[in-house]
């Protein structure tokens, strides 16, 4: 019998179960709410426990009463979008940064001092990722069946960016999904997992997965959020695994089942090994069992866990409280970041014969916000291109980025390179290492996201003052005088302080990631783009990306007969100071490779802002 769902939860509450095993609870986020079962002990930190894949928190059911409940206590969640849990606001994409911030908020909202993590499958990765950037807040970790490694991500990520503006219209309309009898749901939850799911046992994962048809009595519907089929995971290269793996500190016990799906046991053979070698508290087994050996034949892995959490799981009752973690200033945003305004100086000097939209993107100018617990990652800005081509349905986009915006247009073009018939490149900045740059990011964001929606105004600034907040950071890498291009888009009076200003970009932008491939990834694939690009490296304050590594990234494209590469003098901003040296190299790429038909998405008169203040705003 399906469990009864109470949607007025708000705050962190209680439910019992007929046999007092578990209760449920619920733990508020920005974006909705966290559901989940509480087993055993609540005076205690419990261990946190997260599902694989399109599971929910009902696969541990029968694990977890194996595991002396009645000593230690287990959250079991179900992750956004699955089971009970609130589903991610419309546009947004599930991945890997969706549910390490999951992770930060339930351990904000306890006040834990440290985690303990049980994960299955695709939450290994999760909790493993955490635990490589906070290893001093983890004491154990505890994974099976996880899987790390995937071939062709360039490929991949390109097929659910494609497919994710369909799941994303399925998500939110108001038609019912395809409803089915149990049995037949039964068999769609264990026969395309390669029966990994006994049929018996479907019913503990379908309980929080289905609600009943108002059309067909008898039926039942998914309603697990369809997005969840476009997820993104960003996957580890073998060398950067073992280079990762040397920061665990904590005791692991990581288990692969004989069964499972087959072409990962290679890397879990790999990755045991390098387990082993760096950490001496590391249990590393092969147990018999399918993916779901958790649900199917608990009781060999319950007894090899229990001794595993006796020796490691000293469980603290208290912790520190919310705020703690997050002592400093006011981290809103005191400088600028770059908005379409930097391409206003350049673009009047380039080709008559072509138009240029500038976009702000989502955060930056005039652009909307991201809704609330959101990030802003590389995906977001990939599905903002696919939104804009697919609103004008052009079969083909020409590029002309700089900066953040040359390398989410550079991964577009690997992705989509049918899709793009020119790509211009101005002072691109190169990927991140993928671990250490976002410690500081994920350890902020919770903080920056509820400046982002306070209703207090942020800190308030003359417009001279702005101008060095614009022109000094970087190197002075925007000249005093060209500051205003910038300043128009991202600021907007004060209501309190006449004669002031506010900066009105998202404070969450300073949290932006580009987590996704690796330079070696990258320059793999660039070898198969044939695409004309024109890359520019401006060669004054190269604080983002130096000659050497410009270098490395054009030799990787080197084979492209249609590849301009230019030095030009100027600081990361020069076609916004100095445009005129740039300009003409443009024109004679735009004027060569202009060749492709423009007839099909012109500008739309409903697209035209006729009213809107801060456009007429005098600085």
Not at 7 to 32: A, D, F, H, N, T
Not at 243 to 254: D, E, L, M, N, R
Not at 405 to 430: C, Q
Request: net charge positive; aromatic share 14%; with cysteine.
């Amino acid at each position: 019998m399906l469990l009864s769902r109470n949607l007025k939860l708000v705050r962190c509450i209680r439910k019992y179960s007929s046999e007092k095993l578990w209760q449920e609870v619920s733990i508020p986020v920005p974006w909705g709410e966290i559901r989940g079962k509480w087993w055993g002990r609540t005076d205690i930190r419990p261990v946190l426990t997260l599902h694989g894949w399109q599971d929910n928190c009902g696969s541990f059911d029968r694990l977890i009463p194996l595991l002396q409940a009645e000593k230690l206590g287990f959250l079991a969640v179900d992750l956004p979008g699955h089971g009970y849990s609130s589903r991610i606001p419309p546009g947004m994409s599930y991945d890997s940064n969706t549910y390490l911030l999951t992770i930060k908020y339930i351990q904000t909202h306890f006040g834990w001092r440290k985690i303990s993590f049980l994960a299955h499958s695709m939450s290994g990765f999760f909790a493993y990722m955490y635990t490589m950037y906070y290893p001093d807040r983890v004491d154990f970790l505890a994974l099976f069946d996880s899987i790390w490694h995937q071939d062709d991500a360039v490929r991949i990520k390109a097929e659910r960016v494609e497919s994710f503006v369909k799941n994303n219209a399925f998500a939110f309309t108001e038609k019912e999904p395809p409803s089915y009898s149990l049995e037949q749901l039964r068999q769609m939850l264990s026969v395309p997992n390669k029966n990994s799911i006994k049929l018996e046992l479907t019913d503990f994962i379908l309980k929080r997965n289905i609600a009943t048809s108002a059309l067909n009595p008898g039926k039942y519907y998914f309603t697990r959020d369809p997005r969840l089929k476009s997820f993104d995971l960003i996957y580890c290269l073998r060398e950067e695994f073992i280079k990762f793996t040397q920061t665990i500190i904590c005791p692991v016990f990581f288990v692969r089942f004989k069964q499972s799906y087959g072409d990962s046991m290679q890397f879990y053979h790999g990755v045991a090994e390098i387990l082993k070698k760096f950490n001496s508290r590391a249990e590393c087994l092969l147990l018999d069992g399918t993916h779901h050996g958790h649900l199917n034949t608990p009781d060999e892995l319950a007894g090899l866990l229990r001794r595993f959490i006796d020796k490691y799981g000293n469980m603290e009752t208290s912790g520190v409280k919310d705020g703690d973690f997050f002592k400093g200033d006011d981290p809103r945003i005191k400088e600028l970041n770059n908005n379409c305004g930097v391409f206003d100086p350049l673009i009047p000097l380039l080709n008559k014969e072509v138009g240029f939209l500038a976009i702000d993107l989502p955060g930056h100018g005039y652009s909307s916000r991201l809704p609330p617990g959101q990030y802003y990652n590389l995906t977001v800005y990939l599905l903002t291109i696919r939104y804009v081509t697919n609103y004008f349905q052009w079969p083909k986009t020409s590029i002309l980025s700089h900066s953040k915006g040359s390398t989410i247009a550079y991964i577009y073009a690997n992705m989509f390179p049918h899709l793009v018939d020119f790509l211009a490149i101005l002072d691109a900045i190169m990927l991140p290492d993928r671990v250490e740059p976002m410690i500081k990011p994920y350890e902020k964001f919770v903080q920056y996201n509820e400046y982002a929606f306070s209703d207090n105004e942020p800190p308030r600034y003359t417009l001279d003052e702005i101008r060095q907040k614009a022109h000094k950071p970087h190197g002075n890498s925007v000249d005093l005088d060209k500051a205003d291009y910038l300043m128009r888009r991202d600021i907007a009076p004060s209501k309190t302080h006449p004669g002031k200003y506010y900066i009105t970009i998202d404070p969450r932008t300073k949290c932006y990631d580009m987590l996704m491939f690796s330079p070696k990834e990258l320059n793999e694939y660039s070898k198969y783009v044939d695409l004309p690009i024109f890359m520019a490296k401006f060669v004054e304050h190269g604080y983002l990306i130096e000659r050497e590594e410009f270098c490395k990234v054009a030799y990787g494209l080197t084979k492209n007969e249609n590849l301009e590469v230019h030095y030009v003098k100027g600081t990361h901003h020069a076609m916004m100071n100095n445009p005129e040296e740039l300009a003409p190299l443009l024109r004679n790429f735009i004027r060569k490779h202009n060749i492709g038909d423009r007839s099909i998405g012109r500008m739309r008169q409903e697209m035209v802002v006729r009213e809107d203040p801060r456009i007429q705003m005098a600085i």
